[in-house]
């Protein structure tokens, strides 16, 4: 039997608004022209000098603090020197050998529990250009010979935040619940808008295996430029399996670069030579060493917002809610919020019942308008007036959601739609005990076999009764009325 290990490289675009090193605007790469975002520092030109952008730094420590790391009083900017055609300086600056701050944890809710995950180092770098190939193909029927590649400098200077762990997640599972804890604990932060679709977020999967009970570590390998957590997990599982099978056979498990092909579902090696070399690291000659003042740090740690493992914590503990709610609910703040309005609207609602309202309900009409809970026009005091009426025995729970579309189309509060469509549920016994007794009177042949011992029939009936009511009976009246009717028959009255 095997174990995996499994360590995770993230890189996150830092939300500023300039660039790392220069005044360029950072722009959406799917919406600003080529090129149209660039100067002569982030274009590598000679002579043009580097300037570090305190907000990004500023960003940079959030994100640090957040993870409990200890910060540097000093770190220091260096060159990592390597070609390729989306790096006009031939080398991007980064930090190497005295990152930001070190030493932090994140956890997560794996399927055995809370795990704490070692975050090694969290460090600022910049991005480099995007490349786009354009091959020949039938698609696009270029000549033969006549590929080429095209290259937008818009994105190259973008602040960076790259955050490294331990080798310590233990299965593809673990692997996608930290990118996933990663990036809530980001977005929370406003660091990273968390939006995978544009490549804010990247992980490199670092993976071996070893036989149970080992102590040393096996020889890795690496899966770049992964791009969504479904990729990382998928990724991570066929390495496992991959490289599992190779020591079974007795095979090394080779160290390299891996590239995870979409199409296939495999993963495949990437020789990139200049990704073995020495990159010949050096400290940035024209930059100072980045000096953080204690003060700024405490500043900054004061303005922290609370995060979603605190959120978590007390949503289980305040409000008694399951480990499973409460994680989908802290996943985002707007959530979170929503949440925490509607029970401050809705105090006679109980907090397992707002919970599941807000995850079923609530998320299947957002899903639906294909938008996030900012625009909906079911505001929490809104719902609030809706879960009342329900808590109320006023509707029941199917009328309740029937309502609560209702709003959603209209924007109407609960109270107008149930008015105006007379909604309202039927609580009143003589009323559910007439509808009872016609129901029982309109059919002998199924009261006749329910006496002879067919049980079942009883929530056919009840059905009945309900279909009768338009739904809107309330169902713990039709149950009791529905029992005494039918005990009175049994009884031969
Ligand atoms: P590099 O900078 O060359 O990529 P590092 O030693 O800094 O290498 O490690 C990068 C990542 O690889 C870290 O997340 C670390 O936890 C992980 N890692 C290191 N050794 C192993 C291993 N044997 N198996 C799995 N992950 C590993
Ligand atoms: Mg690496
Ligand atoms: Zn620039």
């Known amino acids: 039997m095997y174990e995996s290990i499994i360590g995770l490289e993230v890189h996150a675009e830092v939300a500023t608004q300039s660039k790392m090193f220069c005044g360029c605007p950072v722009v959406d790469l799917t919406q600003a022209a080529p090129n149209s975002a660039v100067c002569p520092v982030c274009t590598g030109m000679p002579g043009a000098l580097p300037v570090v952008n305190r907000r ?33 300086k031939g080398y991007q600056i980064s930090q190497y050998k005295e990152p930001l701050a070190q030493n932090g944890e994140l956890r997560i809710h794996a399927s055995e529990g809370a795990r704490v995950i070692r975050v ?81 977020l990247r992980f490199e999967a670092n993976v071996s295996v ?49 590239g995870w092909d979409e199409d296939r579902q495999v993963t495949a090696p990437q020789r990139w030579k200049e990704e073995e070399d020495d990159y010949r690291y050096f400290p940035e000659p024209d930059l100072p060493p980045l000096a953080v003042e204690g003060e700024w740090i405490e500043e900054i740690r004061r303005s922290l917002p609370e ?38 609207a809705a105090p006679k609602v109980s907090p397992k019942l707002a919970a599941n309202w807000v995850t079923g309900e609530l998320f299947g009409l957002m899903n639906q308008a294909g938008g996030s809970l900012s625009n909906l026009a079911v505001s929490p005091q809104a719902l609030a007036g809706l879960l009342d009426m329900v808590e109320d025995g006023r509707i029941n729970t199917p009328t309740a959601k029937i309502v609560l579309s209702g709003m959603f ?11 105006a469509k007379g909604l309202s549920q039927i609580s009143d016994v003589d009323q559910i005990t007439q509808m009872v007794s016609h129901v ?54």
């Open 120 to 200: 090694r180092r969290v460090h600022l770098e910049e991005d480099t250009g995007k490349l786009t190939h354009v091959f020949p193909s039938p698609l696009s029927p270029l000549p033969k010979g006549e590929g080429h590649s095209l290259v937008d400098l818009n994105r190259a200077g973008v602040p960076l935040l790259e955050i490294v762990s331990e080798p310590d997640l233990r299965s593809a599972e673990e692997a996608r619940l930290y990118g996933e804890a990663l990036r809530n604990l980001l977005r929370y932060l406003g660091v990273n808008s968390g939006d995978m679709q544009k490549g804010v």
């Open 56 to 88: 990004a730094v500023e960003y940079g420590l959030r994100a640090a603090l957040s993870l409990g790391c200890e910060i540097a009083p000093q770190s220091i900017f260096a060159r990592k020197n390597y070609f390729y055609p989306d790096l006009p």
């Open 307 to 344: 995060l979603p493992q605190a959120r978590f914590q007390r949503f289980v503990e305040q409000y008694r809610l399951s480990e499973y709610d409460a994680d989908i609910l802290v996943a985002e703040q707007p959530v979170a919020d929503y949440f925490e309005a509607l029970l401050r």
């Open 210 to 258: 070893r036989p149970i009970g080992e102590q040393g570590f096996g020889t890795r390998t690496e899966i770049k430029n992964l791009n969504s957590f479904r990729a990382l997990e998928r990724s991570v599982a066929y390495e496992i399996v991959r490289q599992s099978e190779l020591h079974r056979q007795g095979k090394p498990v080779i160290q390299q670069t891996m």
């Open 409 to 419: 189309a209209s924007g109407q509060p609960a109270e107008a739609i149930v008015e």
């Open 440 to 493: 029982l009177d309109e059919n002998p042949e199924q009261v006749t076999r329910y006496l002879e011992g067919k049980e079942s029939l009883a929530n056919w009936f009840f059905g009945q009764v309900m279909r009768a009511a338009e739904g809107k009976a309330n169902p713990q009246v039709v149950k009791d009325e529905l029992t005494r009717q039918l005990s009175l028959k049994m009884s031969g009255k």
